[in-house]
């Protein structure tokens, strides 16, 4: 598959196929319209020729699991947030990725969603929000990435979500939490690890109410590690509750842990 450019027509004839890996077609950079004819597909990991992902991903109605990687620069409204039974989501190595799609909220039965190595990317939707059945997100390696994007410019009534595992690293545009999606979470909320968040300065408030929060990790964010010192750090009193808590403070090359 790997010298594959071109898949023929007839694909879409295959209407048991459930499982499809194309990671390794570098230089396959168009599906098919017949591709999206796949309605029991529940696999799919595409390959990073690909220029885009049309709209017409909606009709893989029984899709679970997408890897993409993609060349677009937006992702389209109407394509990948219609389908409700998609739970697991992976977008990586998308360099020219500036923005994902803002229909999100369809997406009611996602489970798991990672996004890596976006060098473009620059916001996230506001309809984050709305993933009420999202347990893991892990967002990494994105330069030009503020958290701050998904968060509503007013404030509203905080929605109830469903968040176990939470992981940032290597963002160094955000300078704050999501104070909305951590405080959506604080029923459920059980591991959150921050790395190499360098200009992360604070934790909001809100993170004192994380009451299932058992481990919280922190390595890379000088400012961030020196209020979360044992005893004396400014953050302690916010963190203090959780049972396991693992900061390094860099420029000391000293760790606090519980």
């Known amino acids: 598959m790997d010298d594959c450019e071109l898949l023929p027509e007839r694909i879409g004839a295959?209407?048991?196929l459930r499982y499809i890996d194309l990671a390794k077609t570098s230089k396959l950079k168009r599906l098919p319209k017949s591709f999206f004819r796949l309605q029991n597909l529940q696999a799919l990991?595409?390959?990073?020729?690909?220029?885009?992902?049309?709209?017409?991903?909606?009709y893989m109605i029984s899709l679970r699991l997408l890897f993409l990687f993609t060349k677009q620069q937006r992702l389209p409204e109407g394509g990948i947030g219609c389908l409700e039974y998609l739970q697991f989501f992976f977008i990586s190595n998308c360099e020219n990725l500036e923005y994902l799609c803002e229909d999100l909220q369809g997406l009611k039965s996602l489970r798991k969603l990672c996004i890596c190595e976006c060098k473009s990317l620059i916001s996230l939707p506001r309809s984050m929000?709305?993933?009420?059945?999202?347990?893991?997100?892990?967002?990494?390696?994105?330069?030009?990435?503020d958290l701050m994007t998904?968060?509503?410019?007013?404030?509203?009534?905080i929605k109830p979500l469903r968040l176990q595992t939470v992981m940032f690293a290597k963002l160094p545009?955000?300078?704050?939490?999501?104070?909305?999606?951590l405080q959506g979470s604080a029923d459920s909320l059980q591991t959150f690890v921050i790395e190499y968040c360098a200009n992360i300065r604070e934790f909001p408030d809100c993170i004192g109410n994380l009451n299932k929060l058992q481990m919280l990790a922190i390595m890379g964010c000088p400012s961030l590690s020196k209020r979360c010192?044992?005893?004396?750090?400014?953050?302690?009193?916010?963190?203090a509750h959780i049972p396991e808590i693992n900061v390094q403070v860099i420029d000391s090359d000293e760790e606090t842990s519980n």
């Open 229 to 239: 010192r044992r005893g004396t750090g400014e953050d302690w009193p916010k963190i």
């Open 14 to 16: 295959l209407k048991h």
């Open 129 to 145: 929000k709305y993933l009420t059945a999202l347990e893991f997100l892990c967002i990494v390696d994105c330069k030009k990435l």
């Open 173 to 181: 545009t955000t300078l704050a939490l999501p104070r909305q999606i």
């Open 45 to 58: 990991y595409l390959g990073n020729g690909l220029e885009e992902l049309p709209k017409d991903v909606r």
């Open 150 to 157: 998904m968060e509503e410019e007013y404030e509203e009534e």
